[in-house]
T-cell receptor, first 114, second 114 residues
């Protein structure tokens, strides 16, 4: 069965620090990859997505992620975090041959102190 | 566009009661989904629909029912509420499934069963 692993449960950073959140998935076929963010009290919003092409994708608010097929990874990065980035971040995978469902990781809570 | 709307925002049920969580989208999306989010567990798919009249089970369908009589609406029914159904429920929609189109999420319904 497909699964998504997010290795960091809770990350605490100071403003201006760099961020990298790990995401690994288990599926051998073609996948679509997503990072969603959930700000406190809000619903999930798409940060970025990868379908095909350039494995380095850029999203909103200065976030980017790199798809490394050989490592089954899709890590999220941001060079300099802000207090407003405090949120929960979810990696999600859609295995194209398995239909429409998204499989979510358990999420990483990011706390940024000013 | 309002996007994906859900009602109610909060609800407390007694064990054995029933209720319907409402979900409506105004983006003319074919695909709709119901997820539940439990703390530290990410989101898990309950049911999904690929169009009016067509529904299918997700990862955790037990204790729930759905219907899809129109493109816009995708209600989730709890027949005999149990404490294990205490969770936050998110409805989502997408234009298409196979290409991994972005899923748009509603604001969620926080349900407590006591």
């Amino acid at each position: 069965a497909q699964s998504v692993s997010q290795h960091n449960h809770h990350v605490i950073l100071s403003e201006a620090a760099s961020l990298e959140l790990g995401c690994n998935y288990s599926y051998g076929g073609t996948v679509n990859l997503f990072w969603y963010v959930q700000y406190p009290g809000q619903h999930l919003q798409l940060l970025l997505k990868y379908f095909s092409g350039d494995p380095l994708v850029k999203g909103i608010k200065g976030f980017e992620a790199e798809f490394i097929k050989s490592k089954f990874s899709f890590n999220l990065r941001k060079p300099s975090v802000q207090w407003s980035d405090t949120a929960e971040y979810f990696c999600a995978v859609n295995a194209r041959q398995a239909g429409t469902a998204l499989i979510f990781g358990k999420g990483t809570t990011l706390s940024v102190s000013s | 566009n309002a996007g994906v709307t859900q009602t109610p925002k909060f609800r407390i049920l007694k064990i054995g009661q029933s209720m319907t969580l409402q979900c409506t989208q105004d983006m003319n999306h074919n695909y709709m989904y119901w997820y539940r989010q439990d703390p530290g567990m990410g989101l898990k798919l309950i049911y999904y629909s690929v169009g009016a009249g067509i529904t299918d089970k997700g990862e955790v369908p037990n204790g729930y029912n759905v219907s899809r009589s129109t493109t816009e609406d995708f209600p989730l029914r709890l027949e005999l509420a149990a404490p294990s159904q205490t969770s936050v429920y998110f409805c989502a929609s997408s234009y298409g499934g196979l290409a991994g189109h972005e899923q748009y999420f509603g604001p969620g319904t926080r349900l407590t069963v006591t």
